[in-house]
């Protein structure tokens, strides 16, 4: 229909402490499309379950996701919120596509080669080799057309637009195959203790990334005993990791071009650094963890509004189920 908004589908994992990274590579993005498309944005409590989670935990989790999403500015008004273990859809399409998906492909994804390696390959669990399926079935149930994600997710998402097209040349047109929107700058912040790993909120070391829901004088602290490269130019080469991190973060929380921030530096050091750019994630932070930690004393508003979006998604999904279903037979 020619006035229908493009659709738009994207997920976090209520694992973890939320970070800069998870904002600058996402949710920024997701609130600056949000006019423009027809949204879903969903907790992927799911996805959650690959790793090992205590349920009391994972609970208060979910609203923490739920209350940062609305703290971020995304507007239920204008975008359906909801938890994707409320819309079984998902998991269903997901084994229909995993009778399309091949071993071959899932053994490539480097995501899960990471992951897996921790803690050994065979003592992995079945749910993180098929992640990248599910991951497919949350946004094809949609048919959604474009999926903001940060830089890390780029493979995943490759091969849900394989499956797409391998379903829809099997079977007949069902799915929409959904194009990639990765940010232009910040799309991958690294950890603060170690450059050349990505800021991830699996990680044991809390110093190594900074939570949304940081406090202030935590943030500065964090950035204060981030690592730094040898020699003193503050300029983002190959051969400084750690100051390219910095000025990374520093032009995509603030709009700026990275080149400009290095001629603002010339003849400063890494301390001047540091200190401005503490004071902008500061600044930009603070109103997000502030009224998250408001929405959070009502949490049964939180339940309810995640109610009223599962109840919405689960209209379209349904649909796109019923006729994934019927084209292979299953009418
Ligand atoms: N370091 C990052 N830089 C930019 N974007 C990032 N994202 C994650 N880390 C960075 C983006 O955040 C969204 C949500 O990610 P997720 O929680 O669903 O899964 P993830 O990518 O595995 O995130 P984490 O933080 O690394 O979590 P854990 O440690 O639990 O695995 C995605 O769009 C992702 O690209």
């Not at 998906?101 to 899960?112: C, D, H, I, P, Y």
């Not at 990248?132 to 493979?155: F, I, M, S, T």
Request: net charge neutral; proline share 5%.
């Amino acid at each position: 229909m020619q006035n229908e908004k493009r659709r738009i589908f994207s997920g976090i994992m209520p694992s973890g402490n939320l970070h800069l990274g998870n904002y600058l590579g996402a949710l920024k993005n997701w609130v600056a499309l949000q006019d423009d498309y027809e949204n879903y944005y969903c907790i992927v409590d799911l996805h959650a379950l690959t790793v090992p989670q205590d349920p009391k935990v994972l609970r208060v989790k979910i609203r923490e996701l739920a209350a940062i999403y609305l703290a971020c500015g995304i507007d239920p008004e204008k975008s359906v919120v909801f938890r994707q273990s409320r819309v079984s859809g998902h998991a269903e399409l997901a084994w229909l596509l995993n009778c399309v998906a091949k071993v071959g492909e899932l053994s490539r994804m480097t995501q899960f080669k990471d992951k897996a390696s921790k803690g050994g390959t065979d003592s992995a669990s079945v749910g993180l080799y098929d992640y990248p399926v599910l991951q497919a079935a949350d946004v094809l149930l949609y048919n959604a057309h474009l999926v903001p994600v940060g830089e890390d997710q780029r493979q995943h998402l490759e091969l849900m637009r394989t499956l797409a097209r391998r379903f829809n040349g099997l079977y007949g047109e069902t799915f929409v195959v959904p194009d990639i929107f990765v940010p232009e700058a910040g799309a991958r912040v690294m950890a603060l203790d170690e450059p050349t790993t990505k800021m991830s909120k699996s990680s044991p070391t809390p110093a190594s990334y900074i939570a949304l829901l940081d406090d202030p004088d935590v943030v500065r602290r964090k950035i204060r005993r981030a690592k730094t490269d040898s020699r003193s130019e503050v300029k983002a080469s190959p051969d400084k990791p750690a100051i390219a991190n910095l000025l990374g973060i520093y032009a995509a929380m603030t709009g700026r071009k990275v080149a400009e921030i290095e001629a603002e530096y010339e003849g400063r050091g890494y301390g001047d650094l540091k200190k401005d750019l503490a004071e902008v994630v500061v600044e930009g932070l603070a109103p997000i963890r502030e009224r998250a930690l408001a929405l959070l004393d009502d949490p049964a508003e939180l339940d309810a509004l995640l109610d009223r979006g599962a109840a919405k998604a689960r209209e379209v999904a349904d649909t796109t189920l019923h006729d994934a279903r019927a084209k292979l037979g299953l009418d």
